[in-house]
């Protein structure tokens, strides 16, 4: 689970950027807002039922719940590449197409 707490910037020095980690929580929750009014159905019930409002912690779950399996997401580029007709006189650039 990810919370505020792991959006701390730290400089080069070991020291807590007060004024960058304040902004990182400011952008979390600010995509964390249009993610709940951007999602539909289950999508948003999910991003309103993260309370702590991190938008990184909404995203992870949404994938998590609703991504489709690496498998299902790349068979129709996997078709794409098997359908594909090279033409022997242009094979060159066809492989770069």
């Known amino acids: 689970m990810l919370t505020d707490a792991d959006l701390t910037v730290t400089l080069d020095t070991g020291d807590v950027d007060n004024v960058a980690t304040q902004a990182a929580i400011n952008f979390s929750r600010n995509v964390h807002y249009l993610l709940t009014n951007l999602t539909t159905d289950s999508a948003r019930l999910i ?21 489709l399996p690496d498998a299902t997401r ?19 650039s066809d492989f770069n197409t």
């Open 47 to 67: 991003a309103r039922q993260n309370f702590d409002s991190n938008a990184f912690e909404t995203w992870r779950l949404l994938r998590l719940k609703i991504a």
């Open 74 to 92: 790349h068979v129709p580029l996997l078709t794409q590449l098997l359908d594909f007709k090279f033409n022997p006189s242009t094979s060159e």
